[in-house]
């Protein structure tokens, strides 16, 4: 006994299912990830061979190190193996990424130009006078020449926040899909529709940019729709 049986219900447990899947996948895995290469662009000209050497190498290096293409093919060749379809998700996504920098003795010119950025934020900020400005004002001074502004130096903490973007291939739970009950074929470009439907967290909704308000009036059978 597992500890977690009903009672009314069966209680024995067959693992052909299991078994069978199980002892499939290494074949299935080596199949597309045994070689160097798991996508191979053709030329179609001998002036296309440097081109396409170079768009083989990019996409595997997308698929299989950017995404990790290994884990994504075994978790999808599991899903059509256990449920007879798979799904996997291709799309651009934008990431933001924050780092903080510390910065000592700018110029008023150097933090200007740093402070220009659109993705600069200053968390904190302190100014003094310039030590080496100082002789060469008074000495600016005995000669007779006006006064000028104290140069000053500035010690500044920031906040970058660097965007940039990316391919993401991503495994699609099977029952987060939902396909044109008259689809005869297994190309999803010919369904009259293809929807992927996923429960989300209101904070995950949020951290995607959606406005979502606080006060929704839902129970929790209820659904909220983002158009």
């Not at 998700?89 to 910065?103: G, L």
């Not at 933090?111 to 600016?140: F, K, R, W």
Request: charge should be negative.
């Amino acid at each position: 006994p597992f500890g977690n049986e009903v009672e009314g219900r069966s209680q024995v447990v067959s693992y052909d299912v299991q078994d069978t899947v199980e002892s499939s996948l290494p074949q299935l895995i080596k199949i597309f990830t045994s070689g160097d290469q798991v996508v191979r662009f053709d030329p179609k000209n001998p002036d296309d061979e440097q081109a396409a050497q170079q768009e083989t190498d990019y996409i595997n290096h997308l698929v299989m190190e950017k995404n990790n293409g290994f884990e994504v093919m075994y978790c999808w060749f599991k899903d059509a193996l256990i449920s007879k379809n798979g799904y996997v998700k291709a799309y651009y996504e934008t990431e933001y990424e924050e780092s903080t920098e510390m910065y000592r003795g700018l110029t008023d010119a150097q933090l200007q130009m740093l402070a220009q950025g659109e993705e600069i934020e200053v968390l904190e900020h302190s100014s003094y006078p310039d030590p080496t400005a100082q002789g060469n004002a008074a000495e600016m001074m005995q000669m007779g020449a006006p006064m000028m502004p104290q140069p000053m130096l500035h010690d500044v903490k920031i906040k970058c926040k660097e965007s940039r973007g990316c391919i993401k291939i991503k495994n699609v739970a099977p029952e987060s899909i939902m396909v044109s009950v008259d689809t005869q074929g297994l190309c999803l470009n010919e369904s009259r529709f293809v929807q992927h439907r996923e429960m989300m967290e209101i904070s995950e909704l949020r951290e995607q940019g959606f406005d979502v308000p606080d006060d929704l009036g839902f129970t929790e059978d209820d659904t909220f729709h983002i158009e």
